[in-house]
């Protein structure tokens, strides 16, 4: 079969006509019809197919190399940004609950009671009317855990976030987080960085694409910053936030988490978020049947845990406000019932381990510090409720060390439990945490892939991953089954707006033009009226009108809104003042991909599609991809 010659503009002469092989009619071969009356019809039809709309002056769009430098810029400031956020973070905390000046703070330290005892619990409630009134005072935007907002700008605003709310996203997170309430940090610098990025484009005005690409860059920048996991942020960019994943959108994103990740190992240092014990598990070990068995069970608690988390969540966030009085009285009790929950710990054990991101619970689980079963699991059952109340009532924190915390002290408990009745299982504490804190962040947030390599950046253990794939699988199957949507997405269906989960489905791609073409089309001879081509065709499904002369193809007429009714009105106009002038050609073999990228570059409206042969003639044409064949198959693989 003769084959088309590679990286060539073959030209070849295709019934009278020049006909390159990028499928291009050039417009000096086209038949006259300037001489063609024109008509009278008030109907919007023109003779040829005109070029889009221009792109509008307060949008500009610049090739991949300044997108990447530009990336680079995001990172920098969202690294800078992480530092920042850190810093006041301590300077809060050391205020509110050891009441002095310093901006020094290890998270992953536990600190034991507070100076003020039991006037502690009147922390986050002061904290908590302060980030009230900022929120209302300056920017919505900034109450709640952050990514259902930027989630929102990427899919409902153009990628448009006001540059306001990374300044009070920082100052509202770090009151809430210093003064006690039970949010992590991780969603506050995705929602600054998404800000800092969208805000930096939006002043160069920068195109819609390239604004979503630099506030996902922005936002995975922040995460990887905060965790030192620069894959993890990559990832998380491309899993929750990015429609598109090409190189267009994955080289800014990659730049960016990188310089993030940089400013941040120098400022802070190099260390992962957690002191990750030697786990003293062989590959062999993991793939024990014991451990299999132990593992996929921790899974699916971990998925019933998140989908529990989920469903609290818009409980206290819808319940909230429907308590008597306005915003600032209901977080009075909100952040009340907090701090209550603190004493009560720091009383009875010497620690109020429900404040702030948790990280210090983490690390002693890690570290194999808490070895009481019971203990873990109230914690584990006081950190949710202290979670979804705080961000209910109108705190300003993330949900991820949130869902690393519950894994942990799930994934701990469970351990202690199977050792008790299985003493020979080989389960330990630090594994179960580890699995238990991927597996709760894979199946809360829909970021499978994140949370199991930023795992494996934590740990740089191999031989742990192969539980950790097992328990986030489980567990996010699990969740899945017990309700769609993730604790990101779940707000914004509140709203009516709904995320597509199947965004990144590009398969239809690889389809074959005669696996979409419409097989049914008009052929007319030049000379042939409107009326007389179209005869008694429906006007809801009116076919792509091929024109040809002699033999000879003169060109195509795509099916248009309003044309058969124009052959009501002037029956007599021929059809050949119609044809497109840039008309594209493909074979019966040719990729949709191909086909889509002749189109866009023709600016064409359909296809003529012939089957494979050396000098294509009329009787070689086998259909015509259109428009509309085309939107069809991209709306049927989303049900394959």
């Given at each position: 079969m003769w084959q088309f010659p590679k990286q060539q503009n073959f030209p070849l002469i295709l019934r009278g006509l020049h006909v390159d092989w990028f499928g291009h009619f050039p417009d000096s071969t086209v038949p006259d019809m300037s001489s063609a009356p024109l008509s009278s019809s008030k109907f919007p039809i023109r003779p040829v197919v005109g070029s889009p709309a221009p792109v509008p002056d307060r949008e500009r769009r610049v090739n991949l190399l300044v997108l990447c430098g530009l990336a680079l810029i995001v990172g920098v400031m969202t690294g800078c940004g992480?530092?920042?956020l850190r810093t006041l973070i301590g300077l809060f905390h050391n205020a509110f609950y050891n009441g002095t000046f310093s901006i020094w703070y290890d998270a992953n330290v536990s600190e034991g009671p507070s100076r003020f005892g039991n006037w502690v619990f009147l922390s986050p409630v002061l904290g908590g009317l302060v980030v009230v009134f900022l929120v209302q005072r300056f920017a919505p935007e900034a109450k709640g855990h952050g990514v259902p907002e930027v989630m929102d700008a990427v899919f409902y605003k153009r990628g448009n976030i006001r540059g306001q709310v990374a300044i009070i996203k920082s100052l509202a997170s770090a009151l809430s987080i210093g003064s006690g309430a039970a949010v992590g940090r991780e969603g506050p610098i995705i929602q600054i960085g998404a800000a800092l990025g969208s805000a930096f484009?939006?002043?160069?005005?920068?195109?819609?694409?390239?604004?979503?690409?630099?506030?996902s860059a922005g936002a995975g920048a922040g995460i990887a910053a905060t965790f030192n996991t620069p894959l993890g942020g990559v990832l998380f960019a491309l899993e929750i936030l990015l429609p598109e994943v090409s190189n267009r959108t994955f080289l800014p994103v990659v730049i960016a988490t990188g310089a993030a990740t940089t400013i941040g190992r120098i400022l802070i240092g190099p260390d992962p978020a957690f002191v990750v014990p030697d786990i003293q598990m062989s590959l062999a070990q993991a793939l024990g049947l014991q451990e299999a068995i132990a593992f996929v069970v921790l899974g699916a608690l971990c998925g019933v845990a998140s989908w529990a988390f989920i469903r609290l969540l818009v409980v206290m966030e819808d319940g909230f406000p429907k308590l008597p009085g306005n915003a600032y009285t209901q977080n009075i009790i909100g952040m009340a019932a907090v701090g209550l929950m603190m004493v009560a710990l720091t009383h009875a054990f010497g620690h109020p381990y429900v404040d702030g991101v948790g990280y210090g619970v983490i690390q002693s689980t890690l570290d194999n510090k808490?070895?009481?079963?019971?203990?873990?699991?109230?914690?584990?059952?006081?950190?949710?409720?202290?979670?979804?109340?705080?961000?209910?009532?109108?705190?300003?924190?993330?949900?991820?060390?949130?869902?690393?915390?519950?894994?942990?002290?799930?994934?701990?408990?469970?351990?202690?439990?199977?050792?008790?009745?299985?003493?020979?299982?080989?389960?330990?504490?630090?594994?179960?945490?580890?699995v238990g804190m991927a597996a709760m962040v894979g199946a809360g947030t829909g970021g499978v892939m994140t949370a199991i390599v930023m795992v494996f950046e934590m740990t740089r253990d191999y031989a742990i991953i192969v539980p950790?794939?097992?328990?986030?699988?489980?567990?996010?199957?699990?969740?899945?089954?017990?309700i769609g949507e993730t604790i990101y997405t779940i707000k914004l269906r509140h709203r009516g707006?709904?995320?597509?989960?199947?965004?990144?489905?590009?398969?239809?791609?690889?389809?074959?033009?005669?696996?979409?073409?419409?097989r049914r089309f008009i052929l007319a001879k030049v000379g042939t009226t409107l009326k007389e081509a179209i005869g008694a065709e429906d006007t809801d499904d009116l076919r792509a009108i091929i024109v040809e002369r002699e033999g000879r193809i003169v060109g195509l007429i795509p099916p248009r809104s309003?044309?058969?009714?124009?052959?009501?009105?002037?029956?007599?106009?021929?059809?050949?003042?119609?044809?497109?002038?840039?008309a594209v050609i493909c074979r019966d073999i040719d990729l949709l991909s191909l086909v889509l990228a002749r189109l866009k570059r023709h600016r064409s409206?359909?296809?003529?599609?012939?089957?494979?042969?050396?000098?294509?003639?009329?009787?070689?044409?086998?259909?015509?991809?259109?428009?509309?064949?085309?939107?069809?198959?991209?709306?049927?693989?989303?049900?394959?």
């Open positions: 992480a530092v920042a484009s939006q002043a160069i005005k920068l195109s819609t694409w390239q604004k979503i690409t630099l506030l808490m070895t009481y079963a019971g203990l873990l699991a109230s914690l584990f059952v006081l950190k949710m409720l202290a979670t979804t109340i705080s961000l209910g009532c109108g705190a300003s924190g993330g949900i991820f060390s949130p869902s690393l915390y519950l894994g942990a002290t799930l994934g701990g408990a469970f351990a202690l439990v199977v050792s008790m009745v299985f003493p020979h299982a080989g389960l330990t504490v630090p594994s179960a945490a580890i950790v794939i097992v328990g986030v699988a489980v567990a996010a199957g699990i969740r899945r089954t017990l707006h709904r995320i597509p989960k199947e965004r990144h489905i590009n398969l239809y791609l690889v389809k074959q033009a005669q696996d979409i073409m419409e309003g044309l058969w009714l124009e052959s009501q009105r002037n029956p007599n106009l021929l059809v050949e003042r119609f044809v497109e002038i840039r409206g359909a296809a003529i599609v012939f089957h494979g042969v050396d000098r294509p003639r009329v009787r070689d044409i086998v259909g015509v991809i259109t428009k509309r064949a085309i939107a069809d198959t991209v709306i049927d693989s989303y049900d394959d």
